[in-house]
């Protein structure tokens, strides 16, 4: 095992996190979460941005005595470059900038969806970690995509959405439904009590393995509209079954096309990452593909799939071990290609 230690930071949006990894083994993983986006129903970035400022310095402190080691231990420090808010990355950035400096230590930049992916790489992620190639269903609040992953840095996007992102569709359905946000977690525990098949929503038909959620979304305030005009309490009275029925909905659009990529690409190892693979109903339906398709899946650990330092932390593991080290005149960006 590599013995480096290695910091990893990551501010992309509204969780402010670090970690320490030593080879691929993570020794702590520290995130504080923002609660005063729930007020507005969505991130504020400017918010985000003062709160980054005022938990960074604790956290980073709270990822050193986790991991029980100084800062002067440390080989490098690994950031959140983009893609993201960009006010949220200059904090973690100017950070990592000013620690690296005054320990005189490499800098490694990481693209945060990169990180999503190659969390998987993490020791305890998966009880084995994916063979090259695999595809990977990254799906979150901001992105939803489909990537083929040849090898930890030859990774290309084949299909993507045309509009929201699937957990941006579960927050604004969420929304209609009277939520507190983010409301993709609500959904699923609710789902568990409903019946999926009570009701249906449209789905897009779209060419390729590309998304589309903003019809689902605009599908299911339309039908609520229509239904409360009938029945004031509609919404209470079916929560439950109306939560199953857009998880379903949601889930189905995104099997479809991971399905679709799998069979036409010819390849049986398959994985998903990001805040939406914390979900139930996406995992079982992972699961039952490992089944009926005899696909080999990788479900990573709840606490990789949302914004983590642990996974900013791998990626400057696999940089450092090849020398890729960052400048320091580089510059956060809101928008970064895989």
């Not at 420090?77 to 960009?86: A, E, H, K, N």
Request: contains cysteine; glycine residues 8%.
């Amino acid at each position: 095992m590599n013995e480096s230690l290695i910091l990893g930071i990551e501010s992309s949006c509204d969780d402010t996190s670090a970690a320490v990894i030593c080879g691929n083994k993570i020794l702590s993983n520290i995130a504080a979460s923002q609660a005063i986006h729930k007020e507005y129903g969505g991130v504020v970035p400017e918010l985000a941005s003062r709160a980054h400022q005022q938990n960074i310095i604790p956290v980073v402190e709270k990822a050193f005595t986790k991991a029980n080691i100084q800062q002067k231990q440390i080989s490098a420090v690994g950031f959140t470059r983009g893609p993201g808010l960009l006010g949220s990355l200059l904090v973690g950035t100017s950070f990592a900038k000013s620690l690296a400096m005054s320990l005189n230590v490499p800098l490694i930049e990481v693209n945060h969806l990169q990180a999503h992916i190659l969390a998987h790489f993490i020791d305890d992620a998966n009880s084995m970690p994916p063979e090259f190639p695999f595809l990977c269903l990254t799906v979150s609040g901001g992105h939803t995509m489909i990537v083929l992953v040849k090898d930890y840095f030859d990774m290309e996007i084949i299909g993507k959405t045309t509009d929201d992102a699937a957990g941006e569709a579960f927050d604004k359905i969420g929304k209609i439904f009277g939520l507190d946000y983010p409301a993709g977690p609500i959904v699923d525990r609710l789902a568990k009590n409903g019946d999926e098949n009570s009701f249906k929503f449209n789905k897009p038909r779209l060419e390729n393995y590309d998304y589309s959620f903003s019809g689902i979304k605009t599908s299911v305030l339309y039908f609520i509209q229509k239904e409360l005009k009938k029945n004031p309490d509609f919404i209470k009275e079916n929560l439950d079954d109306l939560c199953a029925s857009v998880q379903k909905s949601i889930i189905e659009i995104l099997m479809e096309k991971l399905e679709k990529a799998a069979k036409d690409y010819g390849i049986n190892h398959v994985a998903i990452a990001g805040g939406v693979s914390a979900n139930s109903g996406l995992r079982e339906a992972m699961k039952k593909n490992e089944e009926k398709l005899g696909w080999n899946i990788y479900i990573p650990k709840f606490e990789y799939t949302t914004d983590n330092a642990a996974m900013i932390a791998m990626v400057a593991q696999l940089k450092l071990e090849r020398g890729e080290f960052t400048d320091l005149s580089a510059a956060a960006t809101a928008r970064y290609d895989l």
